[in-house]
């Protein structure tokens, strides 16, 4: 079955903590993404990779780090998380990225940052 | 001024009900414009894309867009309750980037 999955799905921890969150895809997709979507605002693309070692930064990138060592995966690390990053999280990847192609999300990840 | 603006809602309609939901843009450039459906728990999947301006159309869904007022749109006809869910515009704005607005919650009460 073709699919995005993220770990964990829900996540409390505490400010400063570093924690990873996993995402992987089973589709041999090129192009992977990280939004966070909070009330209000709708979905925010966080960082995105158009390929393996080739990433950029989205409109909300400030306190969060990726990489893209493996075409499958796209972890998303917080380094010292803190209360702002209290979001929901979802990674997301499409065959290329551009314009015609759509997005495949993954469930979700509920994070808490105490 | 934000890129998209799509009201929150809620929205309650009663089964059978045709269903408006819409959003605003600002960039007059943007061509390529998609709406996902996010049920609660899930991730947003893909319901409908459309480019430049006109209407499309896939069962009891019509994307519509209407670039010289900078409106989008999409119609639901005899609304389920199944189609209780989050509905996101969404907007390709080129160099690998989507926006999506906050979306608006939809309630179909049986």
């Known amino acids: 079955e073709a699919q995005v999955t993220q770990n964990p799905r829900y996540l409390i921890t505490v400010t400063g903590k570093k924690l990873t969150v996993t995402c992987s895809q089973n589709m041999n997709h090129e192009y992977m993404s990280w939004y966070r979507q909070d009330p209000g605002l709708g979905l925010r693309q966080i960082y995105y990779s158009m390929n393996v070692e080739v990433t950029d930064k989205g409109d909300v990138p400030e306190g969060y780090k990726v990489s893209r060592k493996e075409k499958r995966n796209f972890p998303l690390i917080l380094e010292s998380p803190s209360p702002n990053q209290t979001s929901l999280y979802f990674c997301a990847s499409s065959a290329t990225g551009d ?15 105490l | 001024q934000k890129e998209v603006e799509q009201d929150p809602g809620p929205l309650s309609v009663p089964e059978g009900a045709i269903v408006s939901l819409n959003c605003t843009y600002s960039n007059s450039a943007f061509q390529y414009f998609m709406w996902y459906r996010q049920y609660s728990r899930k991730g947003p999947e893909l319901l409908m894309y459309t480019y430049s301006s006109g209407n499309k159309e896939d069962g009891r869904f019509t994307a519509q867009v209407d670039k010289s007022s900078k409106y989008i749109s999409l119609f639901i006809r005899d609304s389920q309750p199944s189609d209780s869910a989050t509905y996101l515009c969404a907007i390709y704005t080129g160099g690998f980037k989507t926006i999506f607005g906050a979306g608006t919650r939809l309630f179909v009460k049986a």
């Open chain 1, 99 to 113: 314009e015609e192609e759509t997005q495949y999300f993954g469930p979700g990840t509920r994070l808490l940052v």
